[in-house]
T-cell receptor, first 117, second 116 residues
Framework: GAVVSQHPSWVICKSGTSVKIECRSL??????MFWYRQFPKQSLMLMAT?????????EQGVEKDKFLINHASLTLSTLTVTSAHPEDSSFYIC?????????????FGPGTRLTVL | AQSVTQPDIHITVSEGASLELRCNYS??????LFWYVQSPGQGLQLLLK??????LVQGIKGFEAEFKRSQSSFNLRKPSVHWSDAAEYFC??????????????FGQGTTLQVKP
């Protein structure tokens, strides 16, 4: 079946540094990817829609300058957490839409756990 | 705005017993509804989805869900739970109105524990 990967699976960084998380669709092309954030024992919150070749669309309340999204190719979207702070520590999950002739299917990556010290 | 509520944060059932996980949504028209399962170290896996048609939807791993418009519910059921079903379950509604844009609004999740 279709696979979406994320790299790294976990990362620890110091406060003030930037961290880049990659989301790849391994066996299909995805013009649309999504980035979610999940706090411990809580639900997934949609952060932004990543569109290949154009600017990302951010959800209300998400700082676009803090969470930079680049969808440079049909199989790769990156999320960069800039000037990370402890409150940015979370589980970040991406998903990719595989367009089908009759229906579209969304596949989720395994997530990236970010810890900011 | 659409919203999803999963009233049960944590449920424990015995292996072999039946299971029902509740999900209520808030949306004016017919929504796109989904159930996902999340296991540690793995991505969310789609169990089943409802777009239109038959209100009883069959999914993978023996799960089914029934869309009840009058109750704004989309409860997940399984007649006999296996120990491997222990995981976090999320109900979600599509945030695209009448079109499936892929944007999802998730419920708070229900943690399922299975007793031997």
């Amino acid at each position: 079946g279709a696979v979406v990967s994320q790299h790294p699976s976990w990362v620890i960084c110091k406060s003030g540094t930037s961290v880049k998380i990659e989301c790849r669709s391994l066996d299909f092309q995805a013009t649309t990817m999504f980035w979610y954030r999940q706090f411990p024992k809580q639900s997934l919150m949609l952060m932004a829609t990543s569109n290949e070749g154009s600017k990302a669309t951010y959800e209300q309340g998400v700082e676009k300058d803090k969470f930079l999204i680049n969808h440079a190719s049909l199989t790769l979207s990156t999320l960069t957490v800039t000037s990370a702070h402890p409150e940015d520590s979370s589980f970040y999950i991406c998903s990719a839409i595989r367009r089908g002739r009759r229906t579209d299917t969304q596949y989720f990556g395994p997530g990236t756990r970010l810890t900011v010290l | 705005a659409q919203s999803v509520t999963q009233p049960d944060i944590h449920i424990t059932v015995s292996e072999g017993a039946s299971l029902e996980l509740r999900c209520n949504y808030s949306y004016g028209a017919t929504p796109y509804l989904f159930w996902y399962v999340q296991s540690p170290g793995q991505g969310l896996q789609l169990l089943l989805k409802y777009f239109s048609g038959d209100t009883l939807v069959q999914g993978i791993k023996g799960f089914e869900a029934e869309f009840k418009r009058s109750q704004s519910s989309f409860n997940l059921r399984k007649p006999s739970v296996h120990w491997s079903d222990a995981a976090e379950y999320f109900c979600a509604v599509g945030d695209g109105g009448s079109s499936n844009t892929g944007k999802l609004i998730f419920g708070q999740g229900t943690t399922l524990q299975v007793k031997p």
